[in-house]
């Protein structure tokens, strides 16, 4: 998923998307420690989408902190 279609989704969007993200990741690495993970590399991928859904919720974060 981009920053920019991240960016787009609402706050409330944000957080199911997190909390589902976090959910695919635990399933991954279960997949990998019991050697049944196809693609590694989709364990990189999913971390690096929490990363970019954690940036842009606290971007909106600071943003309503200087704002008031």
Same mark, same amino acid.
């Given at each position: 998923? !981009?920053?920019?279609?991240?960016? @787009?989704? /609402?706050?409330?969007? &944000?957080? @199911?998307? &997190?909390? =589902? &993200?976090?959910?695919? +990741?635990?399933?991954?690495?279960?997949?990998?420690?019991? /050697?049944?993970?196809?693609?590694?590399? *989709?364990?990189?991928?999913? *971390? *690096?989408?929490?990363? #970019?859904? !954690?940036?842009?919720?606290? =971007? #909106?974060? &600071? *943003? +309503?902190? /200087?704002? /008031?």
């Amino acid at each position: 998923m !981009k920053a920019n279609d991240i960016r @787009k989704l /609402s706050t409330e969007e &944000l957080a @199911k998307e &997190l909390n =589902e &993200l976090k959910s695919e +990741l635990f399933k991954l690495r279960f997949q990998f420690a019991t /050697s049944q993970l196809e693609n590694p590399i *989709k364990l990189k991928d999913v *971390k *690096k989408d929490i990363a #970019r859904v !954690k940036t842009v919720i606290r =971007e #909106r974060e &600071l *943003k +309503l902190e /200087s704002g /008031s």
